[in-house]
């Protein structure tokens, strides 16, 4: 029974014993992180201060800047699809609510006019479309802020004609076709996700 006491005693003391090492040894080394470094750098005529340093940078980079290349992401007629679906749907769900005359819901939906408009027309070669979204978006908000209901309807109704985006609602029939192929499609969960199963 002694024996089991004294080796209880010597294993509760050695894990003390570490655990007391271990908290010196950070101490130690957090005191000498934040002691004052004893040597000086020697002085040289190639010292510069941050500023003349930053503004050397800065004439480097615009030069460098026509160069450089636009980064605006990736535009692909695959990105410019799935912009289209993905805000379009949003943008075609909120018929009923303009119908309805809901001003709230049209609003709460403002990001995804913004986000079409800018993903759907991307590019110089798409510009007079963008030109044509924005104006549209800008109507119809115009229509929210004067609470007209038949402004809004018009200004929606001529949005969704001229962006092309009515029959992204349609629901896909899995008996007639497929709407996706794999669940990284952007149609997954939406109306148009269908697959065809024999």
């Known amino acids: 029974q002694t024996f089991q006491l004294q080796s209880q005693f010597l294993v509760n003391n050695t894990s003390t014993m570490k655990f007391t090492a271990v908290v010196s040894t950070l101490l130690v080394a957090s005191a000498a992180a934040f002691a004052p470094a004893t040597t000086e750098r020697a002085s040289t005529s190639l010292n510069m201060d941050r500023r003349a340093a930053m503004g050397a940078i800065g004439a480097a980079a615009v030069v460098a800047l026509p160069q450089m290349a636009s980064a605006d992401g990736a535009v692909s007629k695959s990105t410019v699809q799935r912009a289209r679906f ?113």
Not at 120 to 129: E, I, R, S, V
């Open 86 to 198: 993905t805000y379009g749907v949003r943008i075609v769900d909120l018929k009923s609510a303009v119908a309805a005359g809901d001003f709230g819901a049209v609003a709460a939906e403002k990001n995804a006019f913004i986000l079409f408009n800018s993903g759907a027309f991307p590019g110089a070669k798409n510009k007079p479309a963008k030109a044509s979204a924005i104006a549209g978006t800008n109507a119809i908000f115009s229509a929210i802020r004067s609470k007209d209901k038949g402004a809004l309807k018009s200004a929606y109704d001529a949005y969704v004609a001229d962006t092309g985006i009515a029959s992204l609602g349609a629901e896909v029939d899995s008996a007639k076709g497929q709407g996706y192929s794999g669940d990284f499609d952007y149609r997954v969960r939406t109306k148009q996700a269908a697959i065809y199963v024999r």
